[in-house]
């Protein structure tokens, strides 16, 4: 099927393919309130992905300044290891990122006061400022989506 963007959306389209003859599973799927789930979160970070990218921020800058900034007011000493668990992500990739915002002056990385190994991380006033704003934009996107 070829779809010409003048004549039919992508809604239309999907909505004539005959679901069940491609694969019942296929169908039950597509169906499934985590197929739904998925979209909406989809959407969601995109959305809000397009309005921090204003801020010079990546939706998992965000993320990861955002929960430093939590970490920070619960504990003296926030590690990347900390981060990662806390979201779930690959350490290296997370160091990756707070590299980034370490560039831009987000954040400091310390030697940790115990492990050689590791790096205490803190939110400079800079990181906070723009974590406000950042916010003030996701409760904004939020309540309207």
């Excluded at 003859?21 to 959305?47: D, I, R």
């Excluded at 590690?79 to 590299?99: F, H, P, Y």
């Excluded at 006061?113 to 400079?124: G, N, Y």
């Amino acid at each position: 099927m070829v779809i010409d963007p003048g004549k039919e959306t992508l809604s239309r389209v999907v909505q004539d393919i005959d679901w069940g003859s491609m694969s019942p599973q296929l169908q039950k799927l597509v169906e499934s309130p985590s197929f739904y789930l998925e979209m909406a979160t989809f959407a969601w970070e995109k959305g809000l992905g397009e309005l921090l990218a204003d801020l010079d921020l990546t939706l998992t800058q965000f993320k990861m300044l955002a929960s430093l900034t939590l970490l920070n007011k619960d504990r003296q000493v926030v590690t990347q290891m900390d981060i990662a668990n806390r979201l779930g992500a690959d350490k290296t990739m997370v160091s990756e990122v707070l590299r980034t915002l370490e560039k831009k002056g987000y954040i400091i990385r310390e030697e940790h006061p115990l492990d050689r190994r590791a790096k205490s991380l803190t939110v400079t006033e800079k990181g906070f400022e723009v974590l406000e704003i950042a916010v003030q934009h996701a409760v904004g996107f939020n309540e309207t989506f």
